[in-house]
T-cell receptor
Framework: AAGVIQSPRHLIKEKRETATLKCYPI?????VYWYQQGPGQDPQFLIS???????DKGSIPDRFSAQQFSDYHSELNMSSLELGDSALYFC????????????FGQGTRLTVV | GQQLNQSPQSMFIQEGEDVSMNCTSS?????WLWYKQDPGEGPVLLIA?????ELTSNGRLTAQFGITRKDSFLNISASIPSDVGIYFC??????????????FGKGTLLTVNP
């Protein structure tokens, strides 16, 4: 079965640079979530989209933005990167209509140096 | 915001032993979930619970949704080496509409000695 696809798997950026993370949800899933997981921490909710509209917002810095496109894939844009942004970033998708829970991708490991 | 207290933080057990971990919340959830995460990978959904008092099994895993809707436990029976990983409880308020963002517990690191 198709899963949530994230790219890239690994990313190394320097401070103050910009990064773009991509997420391709499971086919026919209408909701995408972004989570940030620091070393040894639990995943923290950043933002979600339902049918291409922002549906909820968590502890996402103003330097970050995200959107969901017409094909339902989503991108997380991160600017003015800081060392503290180094973390695993997970995308998850679910289907409200199909009443499924969130399935997670394999994540993008972002390292800011 | 809502917080989940998960315990224990870590467990070291022998293969074949049973394991139990639990989560408590400061407020109610409409759905409780249990995920397992391997190092560097995304969380994988193990069990979902939707009704207070519900007891659900998935192979050697059994989980329950507390009657107060503020707690849940996960049991693993006859542990095997591949059970090693971090187990997270999570909850959300979604119920036929919005508010499906997950709040996670801090995780339980399980080590199984062969």
């Amino acid at each position: 079965a198709a899963g949530v696809i994230q790219s890239p798997r690994h990313l190394i950026k320097e401070k103050r640079e910009t990064a773009t993370l991509k997420c391709y949800p499971i086919p026919r899933h209408d909701t995408v979530y972004w989570y940030q997981q620091g070393p040894g921490q639990d995943p923290q909710f950043l933002i979600s989209f339902y049918e291409k509209m922002q549906s909820d917002k968590g502890s996402i810095p103003d330097r970050f933005s995200a959107q969901q496109f017409s094909d339902y894939h989503s991108e997380l844009n991160m600017s003015s990167l800081e060392l503290g942004d180094s973390a695993l970033y997970f995308c998850a998708s679910s289907s409200r209509g199909g009443n499924t829970e969130a399935f997670f991708g394999q994540g993008t490991r972002l390292t800011v140096v | 915001g809502q917080q989940l207290n998960q315990s224990p933080q870590s467990m070291f057990i022998q293969e074949g032993e049973d394991v139990s971990m639990n989560c408590t919340s400061s407020s109610i959830f409409n759905t409780w979930l249990w995920y397992k995460q391997d190092p560097g990978e995304g969380p994988v959904l193990l069990i979902a619970l939707y009704k207070a008092g519900e007891l659900t099994s998935n192979g050697r895993l059994t989980a329950q949704f507390g009657i107060t809707r503020k707690d849940s436990f996960l049991n693993i029976s006859a542990s095997i080496p591949s059970d090693v990983g971090i187990y997270f409880c999570a909850g959300h308020l979604g119920s036929g509409g919005s508010n499906y963002k997950l709040t996670f517990g801090k995780g339980t690191l399980l080590t199984v000695n062969p």
